[in-house]
């Protein structure tokens, strides 16, 4: 008992978030789980999801927990915007894109702002980032981003969209080719054109 024990605390360690699954794929026991929780050797973060009691909580923690429960969403819009530090503001849910046909995401919390996207608009334009060292999530490049702040930006505000535009031009961390290569993928090219002239006048 005692070495599986161990054996979770060193999966736990290298993993960041442990999945109750994971155990599973290891062939542990998840008994040992709720005895590692009751014991305070292991903190239960939300149904299925676990990690060490000395684990470092950072703004970008809540996101690797949605990453890991749900592996094939990518964050989008705000979130990701968050995420490339292209806002200020931290927005109070989390936004995820997924294909139009999958099921919605749930999570107690945090509070999950689910998108739907086809085809290549889900597709393009995705890029892996590590979070808290360990996780890996799916996220939106900084270029495809912007483009759908702009397609979105009913939902999110227009100038939200414009904001993240100059900022992101001002610090040369985007490729007008890219930008214009997504927006035909998210035929917005008519809305988008007249800012990317304003950038280039």
Not at 1 to 21: C, E, P, W
Not at 23 to 49: A, C, H, I, Y
Not at 87 to 95: D, G, K, L
Request: hydrophobic share 40%; proline share 3%; charged share 25%.
């Amino acid at each position: 008992m005692n070495s599986t024990k161990q054996t979770i605390l060193d999966l736990a360690r290298q993993k960041g978030i442990l999945r109750a699954r994971d155990l599973g794929e290891q062939k542990l026991s998840r008994v040992v789980l709720s005895r590692l929780v009751n014991d305070g050797m292991l903190l239960k973060l939300s149904r299925g999801l676990y990690c060490l009691p000395e684990r470092v909580v950072t703004e970008q923690s809540t996101l690797a927990e949605v990453a890991i429960k749900y592996p094939n969403s990518v964050f989008c819009l705000l979130t990701a915007l968050q995420i490339h530090e292209l806002t200020t503001q931290i927005p109070h849910q989390v936004w995820l894109a997924i294909d139009i046909k999958a099921r919605v995401p749930q999570m107690d919390y945090p509070p999950l702002k689910v998108m739907r996207f086809s085809g290549e608009a889900l597709m393009s334009g995705v890029e892996d980032k590590v979070l808290d060292g360990v996780v890996h999530i799916s996220t939106t490049c900084i270029e495809k981003t912007i483009v759908d702040c702009f397609k979105f930006r009913n939902k999110i505000g227009l100038d939200v969209a414009i904001e993240a535009l100059h900022e992101a031009w001002r610090d040369k961390r985007i490729s007008m080719d890219r930008i214009w290569e997504f927006a035909k993928i998210c035929r917005v090219t008519n809305v988008i054109r007249p800012y990317l002239e304003s950038l280039n006048g």
